[in-house]
């Protein structure tokens, strides 16, 4: 089987979902990525890769092209659309350390084409940090919110504002923190009504949601179904 065999694209995802695929680069060889970005490039078509390690990203026929942040480990290939608009999702990370599942969430966002703004390092170890930034946070309809250790951000902000909250656990946090676990299960168990949760580190999860309910609202506003 050769390496184009081992893959298909979901090149209408898009018209099905309103998300265009995502290419998860985690256990995905350097060969098998290039033949990915191969494929696209024949179609014309632009990919988001998610997951990609600078080690890995060096290895690739196609680096130069890409439009690669470290800290999210996420790259563009081809032409993204143009962000525009107003900053309807706010971004809010714990702290410093939370930030690169926050960076995911806005590149996947900004590849979207959909503005966010990034509210960073105002976990409830500091409340004030918060406090002073609430009302920049409330002006946004959905705000994810990033936290590791007691995920403790979350429920706080989820009593704070009126809009849609998307919660990500991550992995930061000392011993019994788990990898994260301890701050999913926070998350699940908040006592803040209708937060949304996923899985353990996945900003660009966190972001495909926001979506979803931004072209939710985008369709009742317009009366269409799709």
């Known amino acids: 089987m050769s390496i184009a065999e081992e893959f298909t694209l979901d090149f209408a995802r898009s018209e099905r979902i309103g998300l265009e695929e995502a ?33 890995k990203r060096d290895r690739l026929r196609d680096a130069a092209r890409l439009d690669y942040c470290p800290v999210s480990r996420t790259a563009v290939f081809g032409e993204a659309p143009r962000v525009t608009g107003p900053a309807r999702v706010a971004v809010v990370a714990a702290g410093t350390s939370d930030v690169p599942v926050a960076r995911e969430a ?10 966010a703004s990034l509210f960073a390092d105002v976990g409830v170890a500091g409340l004030w940090r918060l406090t002073t930034r609430i009302e920049e946070i409330r002006a946004h309809p959905v705000v994810i919110v990033a936290a590791g250790m007691d995920a403790a951000l979350p429920s706080v902000v989820g009593g704070l504002v009126a809009g849609a909250v998307i919660a990500v656990p991550t992995s930061v946090g000392y011993g019994v923190a788990a990898g994260g676990r301890v701050a999913l299960e926070a998350v699940l168990a908040s006592c803040a009504p209708g937060i949304t949760v996923v899985n353990i580190d996945n900003g660009y999860g966190a972001a495909c949601a926001a979506l979803r309910l931004l072209h939710a609202a985008g369709r009742l506003a317009t009366g269409t179904e799709r």
Do not use: H
């Open 106 to 115: 806005l590149r996947v966002l900004a590849y979207a084409g959909r503005p």
């Open 23 to 55: 290419i998860f680069c985690a256990g995905k060889s350097p060969e098998q990525i290039d033949a990915i970005l191969e494929a696209a490039q024949a179609r014309g078509a632009s990919l988001l890769l998610t997951r990609l390690d600078p080690e």
